[in-house]
């Protein structure tokens, strides 16, 4: 048994994010299970690049004290056993000519994520069809999801229901996609608990449909609410000193920063200091807050100038 956290090496991790991993690691030794961290570096053209973001990502967690109790995976080293699931999946799959433009203008109105489902355009088109539309853009893969209704539990909004569309298995890039490396993912290294930010929710019933189709059971999910910025908008590098670095430039150091993670998630009073053990400790999952955090930088020269030692 395991749970995960797996950031994208697109930027450094914020607050917002270094709080899920830390509820991530706190689910995960709460309930026995181990705790590993997985890159998702799929984008080939930003896979050199992702390196060294990766790597300050891994630091700052370690910093925290969030460290895998196996290896890290990264996906960009996992092509083979994507490449092996799409094999299983193959009769349910059929290309897809659609531009991102051609979608939003088709498709019902965005999920909460910003995801939109696929309407069917490409459904079922004829050979000929498929053939002429292949000689102008190469096209995406999709899976027939017979707009299944899947239903999963999260441990904090409860049942959530949602019908599966024809989703993109693979990107017409031929980069495998988001949803079905998550997936393989999960099931291959065991992960049967998964935490992560509340504005992926929706997308847990596609994921745990997928893993049905793959002979697998879907994950435990957990989705944690997000942080946010003074204005009510997630929080982003541009809300300055957000970052582990950001802060350390403002007077923080990293147990200051978990102290005020805890205290966002009501495990530690303002200004405390605090010990991974101790808050394992006091962690209950039915206490979590349920809101948004908004985060208020005015909070920071509390824990710069005023650290009590518990």
């Not at 689910?27 to 299970?33: L, S």
């Not at 799409?86 to 088709?106: D, N, S, V």
């Not at 999709?142 to 299944?148: M, T």
Request: with cysteine; hydrophobic share 45%; glycine share 8%.
């Amino acid at each position: 048994m395991a749970g995960r956290f797996a950031p994208s090496p697109t930027s450094a991790l914020h607050l917002g994010n270094l709080r899920t991993a830390l509820v991530a690691w706190l689910m995960a030794r709460r309930t026995g299970r181990q705790f590993l961290i997985r890159v998702e570096d799929l984008d080939a053209a930003r896979v050199a690049a992702a390196a060294g973001t990766a790597r300050q990502q891994l630091s700052d967690l370690a910093a925290l004290g969030l460290v895998a109790d196996q290896p890290v995976a990264w996906q960009s080293q996992r092509l083979e056993g994507y490449a092996a699931a799409l094999e299983r999946l193959r009769p349910l799959t059929y290309e897809c000519f659609c531009t991102r433009r051609e979608i939003a203008q088709a498709a019902s109105a965005p999920h909460g994520d910003g995801y939109r489902p696929y309407p069917g355009t490409c459904r079922d088109l004829d050979p000929l069809q498929r053939a002429r539309l292949r000689a102008v853009r190469p096209p995406a893969l999709r899976i027939r999801a017979e707009r299944a209704v899947m239903a999963v539990h999260d441990e904090w909004a409860g049942t959530v229901t949602g019908v599966v569309d024809d989703f993109v298995l693979v990107r017409n890039d031929g980069v495998p996609a988001y949803n079905l490396a998550v997936v393989v993912d999960d099931l291959d290294q065991g992960i049967d608990q998964v935490i992560r930010g509340d504005d992926l929710l929706t997308s847990s019933p596609r994921q745990a449909w997928l893993a049905g189709q793959l002979g697998g059971s879907p994950p435990q999910y957990g989705h944690v609410p997000l942080a946010l910025n003074q204005a009510g908008h997630r929080l982003a590098k541009r809300d300055g000193a957000v970052s582990l670095a950001d802060l350390a430039a403002v007077g923080l150091r990293a147990g200051d920063v978990l102290g005020l993670l805890a205290t966002s998630l009501g495990l530690a009073a303002q200004g405390e200091t605090v010990t991974l053990t101790r808050l394992v400790e006091r962690f209950d999952p039915a206490a979590l807050p349920r809101s948004p955090w908004v985060v208020d930088p005015r909070t920071y020269a509390e824990y710069a100038n005023n650290r009590s030692i518990t």
